[in-house]
């Protein structure tokens, strides 16, 4: 399991934009890195639109902000242009990157297990190392806790 002072696994995924990103071309800036389930759902819809809202303010703090999901590249660009999105939605579709930084998980729902992705947010230095990680994050004050995070 991931932890506070491991190094950030590496990844290279695509983008709604078409484009790849790597995590290492972010070296030098910190980076929040967000794990949501899906597009188009309305609390991933606020978790991403809290982004979107606070984006100068994360920029400001010297940081990225990537968005992560199962979801096809396709679906992310739709998605993107819907909410006018200013951030990378990456395209995790074979779970690799979600199961490497420990935000693939057996899941519960009335009654029923199956493996989903769980809200979780990582922030990753100028260095390449983590520095927090918020798992089972509940939206309405998350952000609040990234932005003290960042300071």
């Given at each position: 399991?991931?932890?506070?002072?491991?190094?950030?696994?590496?990844?290279?995924?695509p983008s709604g934009s078409g484009k790849t990103v790597q995590l290492r071309e972010f070296r030098g800036k910190k980076v929040v890195l967000f794990f949501y389930p899906k597009d188009d759902t309305?609390?991933?819809t606020k978790e991403v639109c809290s982004f979107q809202?606070?984006?100068g303010v994360i920029l400001n703090k010297g940081a990225a902000v990537l968005g992560v999901s199962p979801d096809s590249p396709g679906k992310h660009a739709r998605f993107s242009e819907k909410y006018n999105l200013r951030y990378p939605l990456l395209s995790d579709e074979r779970?690799?990157?979600?199961?490497?930084y420990g935000a693939?998980?057996?899941k519960v729902l009335f009654g029923h297990k199956y493996?989903?992705?769980e809200r979780t947010t990582v922030i990753v230095n100028e260095s390449g190392l983590v520095t927090h990680i918020f798992r089972?994050?509940?939206?309405?004050?998350?952000?609040?806790d990234?932005?003290?995070?960042?300071?």
């Open positions: 399991m991931l932890t506070a002072g491991d190094r950030a696994p590496d990844f290279k995924l309305p609390t991933c809202d606070n984006l779970k690799e990157v979600l199961k490497a693939w998980k057996q493996k989903g992705v089972k994050v509940r939206v309405k004050k998350h952000l609040e990234v932005l003290a995070a960042l300071s």
